[in-house]
C-alpha cells in the first residue's frame, strides 16, 4: 500500500517534521549539555541528529527529556514512513489518516479510530487494582 498523500503534501509534512525535529534538538541540547561535552565523551553520532539526541535522553530521567524524547521518536517513525512510502496511513489499520490529523500532528501513527481504541487500552492498562 502506497501513501495516500500527494507529493505535494508529502514534502510539505517533511518540512513540517524536520523543522520540529530541529527545535526539539535544540531544546534537548538546552535542556542538558553542549554537544561539544557529549562528543567529548565518545559519542560519535552527529550531535544535532534526531537519533543522537533519542539516545542520550533515554538516559535522562526527567518529565522534560521524557516528552522530547517521545515527539523526537514519533518524528522520526514518521520520517521513516515517508522513506518507505507509508506516510499517511495508520500503523493499526492501514487506512488513510485524514490530512486535517496529519496537519494537526504531522507525526500522528494512528487514524482517529486506531487512536481512540489505542488510548482505551492504555487508560484501561495503567488501572491500579488494590
Request: charged content about 20%.
Amino acid at each position: 500500500m502506497c501513501s495516500p498523500l500527494s507529493k505535494q503534501h508529502q514534502e510539505k509534512f517533511e518540512d513540517m517534521l524536520s523543522q520540529q525535529a530541529d527545535a526539539l534538538c535544540k531544546q534537548a541540547q538546552a535542556l542538558h549539555v553542549s554537544s561539544q561535552a557529549l562528543a567529548a565523551n565518545g559519542d560519535i553520532k552527529q550531535p544535532n541528529s534526531i537519533d543522537h539526541w533519542i539516545d542520550f535522553l533515554y538516559q535522562c530521567n526527567d518529565d522534560a527529556s521524557f516528552q522530547i524524547r517521545r515527539k523526537l521518536e514519533g518524528i522520526a517513525a514518521a520520517q521513516q514512513q515517508i522513506e518507505l512510502g507509508l506516510y499517511g496511513l495508520c500503523s493499526d489499520c492501514e487506512s488513510p489518516i485524514t490530512l486535517e490529523r496529519l496537519l494537526q500532528e504531522p507525526s500522528q501513527q494512528r487514524c482517529g479510530i486506531c487512536e481512540a481504541k489505542f488510548n482505551q487500552l492504555s487508560a484501561s492498562s495503567k488501572r491500579v487494582w488494590l
